[in-house]
């Protein structure tokens, strides 16, 4: 277990606001808004900048950072830097936070660091704890679905981390539909508490509508996660007005291409922006709420480079209704 080095008071009215929700038909609550680390907590960003974004998350009711072996961009950097802001910061209140991490992305060298054998899940599980300095995660998914393992190998993996108390929770990010059903059986008779999944999803892409994953995990009593809920940043205010010279898809080519900023995109940016000032929001906070609103989503993951992007994320949950005229708008503009 992790020791504080330096002193950390949260927030006391911390749980005054936020909502939790229940993860399917498990025991687990999650923050409506929890702190992804897939960007802005590797190598390149100031450690300061890493725990003013943590404690303003935790200051506000997120109790769930989420992160993933190869989140860097250098992999296992995310990890290890979280590690170091938990054990200086927040020791005192791990038992406040749900920690989550993956691993199905490649992260050594040779054929056992990629996928998900066995081999390899449960190595990257011990590198993972290593790494953030705790004896167990809350939440461990496999990252990714293997075409190449037996899910029964992947499934028992997922089981041994439980039964070994390294992770008190599973889950399965990137999964379909019908290969939830499947690991779903399989976990299940494995007795192990699989309560989440997390995939892909906002305004602009729905695949886990058509793929059946939405509406099988609902079905199943699973949670569901969301991460890229702002498409990489085009359902904000930031590309209103074309490209910004310091914007994601100037600097970094890996998410976003300046190809995809279409006059068709944008208009239909600026079309979305439209309705959600008249519903007194933010775009990034009506995309957000647009994925609470009908229940089925437990938590968004959000991604912040500053402490008031998360401050704006948190205020969409002040309004997630929304009347069949809106939704039939939205629709109209945004469904495939």
């Given at each position: 277990m992790f020791e504080a080095t330096t002193h950390y008071t949260p927030a006391a009215d911390r749980y005054d606001t936020m909502t939790f929700n229940r993860c399917g038909n498990s025991g687990l609550l999650l923050p409506a808004v929890s702190l992804g680390f897939w960007h802005n907590f590797g190598d390149h960003t100031p450690i300061e900048t890493m725990k003013n974004l943590m404690f303003t998350a935790f200051d506000h009711g997120i109790t769930h950072f989420d992160l993933a072996n190869n989140y860097g961009p250098e992999p296992g950097s995310a990890e290890r830097h979280a590690g170091m802001i938990l054990r200086q910061h927040f020791a005192a209140h791990r038992d406040e936070l749900i920690i989550s991490t993956k691993a199905g992305y490649e992260m050594w060298q040779g054929p056992y660091g990629d996928w998900g054998s066995r081999k390899y899940l449960l190595a990257s599980l011990d590198q993972s704890l290593q790494r953030l300095g705790l004896p167990y995660v809350d939440i461990f998914y496999h990252h990714r679905m293997d075409p190449h393992t037996p899910l029964?190998?992947?499934?028992?993996?997922?089981?041994?981390?439980?039964?070994?108390?390294?992770?008190?929770?599973?889950?399965?990010?990137?999964?379909?539909?019908?290969?939830?059903?499947?690991?779903?059986?399989?976990?299940?008779?494995?007795?192990?508490?699989?309560?989440?999944?997390?995939?892909?999803?906002?305004?602009?892409?729905?695949?886990?509508?058509?793929?059946?994953?939405?509406?099988?995990?609902?079905?199943?009593?699973?949670?569901?996660?969301?991460?890229?809920?702002?498409?990489?940043?085009?359902?904000?205010?930031?590309?209103?007005?074309?490209?910004?010279?310091?914007?994601?898809?100037?600097?970094?080519?890996?998410?976003?291409?300046?190809?995809?900023?279409?006059?068709?995109?944008?208009?239909?940016?600026?079309?979305?922006?439209?309705?959600?000032?008249?519903?007194?929001?933010s775009l990034a906070q009506m995309a957000l709420a647009w994925l609470l609103h009908d229940g089925m989503v437990t938590s968004v993951l959000i991604g912040a480079s500053k402490p008031e992007q998360i401050l704006d994320n948190i205020a969409a949950l002040s309004n997630t209704t929304f009347t069949q005229e809106e939704l039939t708008r939205i629709d109209a503009l945004t469904a495939q």
């Open positions: 029964e190998e992947t499934m028992g993996a997922l089981a041994q981390a439980v039964h070994s108390g390294k992770a008190l929770y599973v889950g399965l990010s990137n999964y379909d539909g019908d290969t939830l059903r499947q690991a779903t059986a399989i976990l299940d008779e494995l007795h192990v508490p699989f309560v989440i999944n997390q995939n892909r999803y906002n305004m602009m892409d729905r695949a886990v509508e058509s793929n059946g994953l939405k509406q099988t995990a609902h079905e199943l009593g699973k949670g569901l996660i969301t991460f890229s809920p702002l498409a990489q940043g085009l359902l904000t205010d930031r590309y209103l007005h074309g490209i910004p010279a310091d914007s994601r898809i100037s600097t970094d080519g890996r998410f976003l291409h300046k190809q995809q900023l279409t006059d068709e995109l944008l208009h239909t940016i600026r079309e979305l922006n439209s309705i959600a000032q008249q519903r007194g929001q």
